[in-house]
């Protein structure tokens, strides 16, 4: 994926702006290309893909991961369609053990 070249869409814009848990950085655009530039690809997996796709429309996507976001573009990479907060399974369970 080329950051730079990534059309960042409205939408993925707002999900970034509302799920930042800290407080939003002045140039939210510029931010989300850092993260884009250090995003790894992520193999969600046969299922996962399976889900997604079936929830996309059966429009074909792909995933990057940079700390805690997940970024989905579409298939050619060339839009960034939306960014979401990755909720592991090991996470929850730390959280239910304190419980």
């Known amino acids: 994926m080329n950051p730079e070249a990534v059309e960042i869409t409205q ?7 509302t799920r930042q848990p800290n407080p939003l950085p002045s140039d939210a655009r510029a931010s989300l290309r850092a993260m884009l530039k250090m995003a790894e690809p992520e193999d969600i997996g046969p299922v996962g893909r399976a889900v997604r796709l079936i929830g996309n429309g059966f429009e074909p996507a792909k995933y990057f991961t940079c700390g805690k976001w997940r970024f989905v573009t ?15 399974k090991a996470h929850r369970a730390r959280k239910k053990k304190r419980k």
């Open 11 to 17: 939408h993925a814009l707002m999900r970034f702006v």
């Open 74 to 88: 579409n298939d050619d990479e060339t839009k960034l369609l939306t960014c979401e907060l990755i909720f592991r």
